[in-house]
């Protein structure tokens, strides 16, 4: 069994900065991609970021300049440094991962999910 755990979510104040991060666990193999989708009340769950092997990362629009994935993969863990946020960064953050398992071909994994809250 392939799970993602995710932590560092909370409140903060509007130009503040968070730093989440995701560890897989279980019997993989590889891991070839992990990425951060969020997901707002009534909203579509969208891309945050994404990072490959040979780190090349990919960013939403909306949080480019702002925001910062990374990857440890002695760790098999993916972090995300969340700067400058804003109100409309509010919302349920969850780590996804393409793994490759000993006994199972790949797919992708999801995490439960951290909730994000940028309040004043």
């Known amino acids: 069994q392939v799970r993602l755990l995710e932590s560092g979510g909370g409140l903060v104040q509007p130009g503040g900065s968070l730093r989440l991060s995701c560890a897989a666990s279980?019997?993989?193999?590889?891991?070839?991609?992990m990425g951060w989708y969020r997901q707002a009340p009534g909203k579509q769950r969208e891309l945050v970021a994404g990072i490959i092997s040979g780190d090349s990362a990919n960013y939403a629009d909306s949080v480019k300049g702002r925001f910062t994935i990374s990857r440890d993969n002695a760790k098999n863990t993916v972090y995300l440094q969340m700067n400058s946020l804003k109100p409309e960064d509010t919302a349920v953050y969850y780590c996804?991962?393409?793994?490759?398992?000993?006994?199972?071909?790949?797919?992708?994994?999801w995490g439960r999910g951290t909730q994000v809250t940028v309040s004043s």
């Open positions: 279980g019997s993989i193999l590889s891991i070839n991609a």
């Open positions: 996804n991962a393409l793994v490759k398992a000993w006994t199972a071909p790949s797919r992708e994994y």
